[in-house]
């Protein structure tokens, strides 16, 4: 019983010490071309990551998709929204916009 504590404990000093990254992505639109900013965000894996994405452009609703890790949101234009996901794997992602597949795609790097 002792030990099953003990490993608990350890769990959960494990969770409380997850390190969250925190980013904001700008949505921006030049001559019709529209692009999360920036482009390319980077994290570490076992990371919780924490994204808040404004989108202020003419043009309205946009979306941002993080096919990888589930990630999928519709940001209105005035409206702040917030995603969280885990970064449990490491590698290149695609993150894009699910509503306007002609958008300017962005990457996501998790680092080991
Ligand atoms: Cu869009």
Redesign the pocket.
């Known amino acids: 019983m002792k030990m099953l504590v003990s490993i608990s404990c350890l769990v959960l000093s494990f969770n409380l010490f997850a390190q969250t990254r925190s980013i904001t992505l700008v949505?921006y639109e030049n001559e019709g071309v529209?692009q999360w900013l920036p482009g390319t965000i980077i994290a570490k894996k076992g990371e919780e990551v924490e994204i808040t994405l404004i989108n202020n452009v003419p043009?309205g609703?946009?979306?941002f998709f993080i096919p990888d890790f589930n990630v999928r949101k519709e940001v209105k234009k005035g409206v702040k929204e917030v995603v969280k996901f885990k970064a449990d794997k490491e590698g290149l992602f695609s993150m894009k916009?699910?509503?306007?597949p002609?958008?300017v795609g962005g990457q996501l790097l998790i680092l080991p």
């Open positions: 949505n529209k043009s609703i946009h979306g916009c699910h509503l306007h002609a958008h």
